[in-house]
């Protein structure tokens, strides 16, 4: 006699001791085995749970490997726990049920399921570790595996899926797969997202085109911060006003995108900003000017370069000094702007190994535009708005001391749009009517 023969005999007779009438063909017979079949799965997942589980937690403490840490954080050892009344359940069940009917067949079929979604997520919280640890690493920095984590989960899923349906009817899952193939247009069309997501992040991560922690800039979707996750369908964006944006994978490589990172592991964040400057107050420089100028500590030694080199100047060619056609004088906007030069040259926050320029753009309606072009050695938004705001204080405020003027718009003569039409006052007689 068989080891499971033997089995359902004690139980049989364990059974009938209590119930002298009962048979393996009894209704009864077969509630009892299954709540018995039930209930020492229970007890024993209920055991592996309150005992076996916080042992392990306690194993994995005292490893010095941070893997296990990782495995047992997301869940990996719970989902191996729920294998144990799966198991309990396919082996009892052939032993204590016969195969007349359809119970044996339903419990044992429940249990391979069971099995299945079980190892499904046990190979989840592997994905899971994988992707968190990987993210630990320096290799996370040059490209995100999360994309590709979530093929491999979508995979699994499609897997699981197919035998599961292969199990309920009874079929190999190569004529599921078949028969699926006469749908392969449905999929497309329902999955396009995902394959488009799949090969933009094939092409995110070929390319290093981003990565997650990258400041990027989409106008079209009003997206301004840095990116939170890399998926397979979806990326999310945290907003520098704390919102979360969600756009399609595949946006990133067909919509025009600015990514700062370039800005970030550069030397410094740029400065270009403008002022306009009235030009009804250029004018030449004359004697009381330049003395002023000249006790300006950032451009005095330029002040008296400049007057020694047109004195030679005005000396080689002849030139009266009263002269004023043809004498050469400087001007007080191209001192005030090499004045500017020398402040940005000094200044401690600027990045003095990149571009520093003072120019001048082209004179509008707005006056004359003298432009700053730098980089703040800073590149945080905070400490870089600073240092911003701090220039053009000063740069403001040191106008007057050169005899310059701002351009600035007067609200009582501007010119509106559109004038409203102008209404007909109404007659006497209109105003009866009226009234």
């Not at 995100?144 to 989960?153: C, D, E, L, Y």
């Not at 399609?248 to 067909?254: A, G, V």
């Not at 000094?321 to 402040?343: H, M």
């Amino acid at each position: 006699m068989s080891i499971a023969s033997s089995a359902k005999s004690e139980f049989v007779s364990a059974l009938q001791t209590l119930l002298p009438s009962i048979s393996t063909e009894d209704t009864l017979y077969n509630v009892i085995a299954v709540s018995c079949i039930l209930t020492v799965s229970f007890i024993l997942l209920m055991t592996c749970r309150v005992i076996l589980r916080p042992q392990i937690g306690r194993w994995v403490e005292r490893t010095k490997n941070t893997w296990d840490d990782a495995l047992f954080a997301h869940g990996f050892f719970r989902q191996l726990m729920h294998l144990i009344p799966a198991v309990i359940i396919f082996i009892s069940t052939p032993v204590l049920i016969d195969e007349v009917g359809i119970l044996q067949g339903f419990l044992i079929k429940a249990a391979q399921l069971y099995m299945l979604f079980t190892t499904l997520l046990a190979l989840y919280a592997i994905l899971n570790t994988l992707e968190d640890k990987y993210n630990e690493s320096h290799l996370s920095q040059r490209a995100s595996i999360t994309g590709f984590i979530q093929v491999a989960k979508l995979f699994f899923a499609i897997m699981v899926l197919l035998f599961s349906i292969s199990l309920i009817i009874e079929k190999s899952p190569l004529i599921i797969v078949s028969g699926l193939t006469a749908l392969a247009a449905v999929l497309i069309l329902v999955f396009k997202d995902t394959i488009m997501g799949f090969v933009a992040g094939i092409q995110i991560a070929a390319n290093r085109m981003f990565n997650t922690g990258d400041w990027i800039q989409i106008d079209k979707f009003g997206v301004d911060g840095e990116i939170l996750e890399l998926g397979l369908t979806n990326v999310k964006v945290q907003n520098w006003d704390k919102t979360i944006s969600t756009i399609p994978s595949y946006s990133l490589t067909n919509e025009a995108v600015k990514n700062w990172r370039g800005m970030q592991m550069s030397g410094g964040r740029r400065i270009k900003r403008a002022i306009h400057i009235d030009m009804h107050s250029v004018k030449l420089c004359n004697e009381e000017m330049l003395k002023r100028f000249s006790k300006i500590r950032y451009i005095s030694e330029y002040v008296d370069d400049k007057i020694d080199e047109l004195r030679a100047y005005h000396k080689d060619y002849s030139i009266d000094e009263s002269d004023l056609l043809n004498t050469r004088k400087l001007t007080n906007v191209g001192t005030f702007r090499a004045y500017l030069e020398a402040y940005l040259s000094k200044h401690p926050k600027i990045n003095q190994s990149l571009t520093v320029m003072v120019r001048q753009l082209p004179p509008n309606e707005y006056g004359l535009p003298l432009e700053i072009y730098c980089f703040s050695a800073e590149k945080a938004w905070v400490e870089y708005e600073k240092i911003q705001a701090n220039i053009f204080d000063h740069v403001l405020a040191m106008m007057p001391l050169f005899d310059l003027r701002v351009f600035q718009r007067d609200a009582h003569l501007m010119t509106p749009l559109s004038s409203p039409e102008p209404q007909a006052t109404p007659t006497e007689k209109e105003k009866g009517e009226t009234d």
